[in-house]
């Protein structure tokens, strides 16, 4: 069974830095799959933030691309983001997911999420 | 980017009874890039249609996927009380590269 776990810190502080990490498990980031991060939130719901593939080429939401970045450990089969500048508008619920691809747009495997709040 | 507009907001049914949801799109979708979520308080988003029609693994065939260009529906034959839940449409455009959600259908079982 495939398992995505985020983690990373419940509270950042304005204009600070966020990075998470998503572990893998039942999967191997070096396959077909596709390897996002999302965010859902009361005031802006289902938020695509970015996307990579294990050989390196992301792709990112046009609205956040100066301040994000998401990158591949493969050594850990984990995958990172990293998101610069935080305002209060950032504060959310960060999900990362398997896009299993394969022709289809299919998110089929989802972490728990983790809280993020962005306050002094 | 692509707008993707759900009615009704709100359902509210009886077990038994079919549900009709509906995903509009600002601009023509492809087929293989249009999927279905649903979200129950507290958990993540489950994966429930990909591809417009095709059911996920696991899901019951009391759920069916419709649809093409900027029209698709999301139809629940014979409503469960675990039916109550949020459901989100979902699109993938390439140029650029972007996922887009509907803002939600929240389905409640009367």
């Known amino acids: 069974q495939v398992q995505l776990q985020e983690s990373g810190p419940g509270l950042v502080k304005p204009s600070g830095t966020l990075s998470l990490t998503c572990a893998i498990s039942g999967d191997n980031i070096i396959g077909e799959s596709w390897w996002s991060w999302a965010r859902q939130s009361a005031g802006k719901g289902l938020e695509w933030i970015g996307e990579i593939h294990h050989t390196g080429n992301p792709n990112y939401n046009p609205s956040l691309k100066s301040r994000v970045s998401i990158s591949v450990d493969k050594s850990k089969n984990q995958f990172s983001l990293t998101l610069t500048s935080l305002t209060a508008a950032d504060t959310a619920l960060y999900y990362c997911?398997?896009?299993?691809?394969?022709?289809?747009?299919?998110?089929?495997?989802w972490g728990h999420g983790t809280t993020v709040t962005v306050s002094s | 980017e692509i707008v993707l507009t759900q009615s009704p907001g709100t359902l509210s049914l009886s077990p038994g009874e079919r549900a009709t949801l509906f995903c509009r799109a600002s601009?023509?979708?492809?087929?293989?890039?249009l999927a279905w979520y649903q979200q129950k308080p507290g958990q993540a988003p489950r994966l429930l249609i990909y591809?417009?029609?095709i059911r996920a693994t696991g899901i019951p065939d009391r759920f069916s996927g419709s649809g093409s260009g900027t029209d698709f529906t999301l139809t629940i034959s014979r409503l469960e009380p675990e039916d109550c839940a949020v459901y989100y449409c979902?699109?993938?455009?390439?140029?650029?590269?972007?996922?887009?959600f509907g803002q939600g259908t929240n389905l409640e079982i009367k």
């Open positions: 591809g417009t029609s």
């Open positions: 601009q023509s979708v492809r087929s293989t890039y």
């Open positions: 997911v398997r896009d299993r691809s394969g022709g289809f747009l299919r998110w089929d495997v």
């Open positions: 979902q699109q993938y455009g390439r140029s650029p590269p972007m996922y887009t």
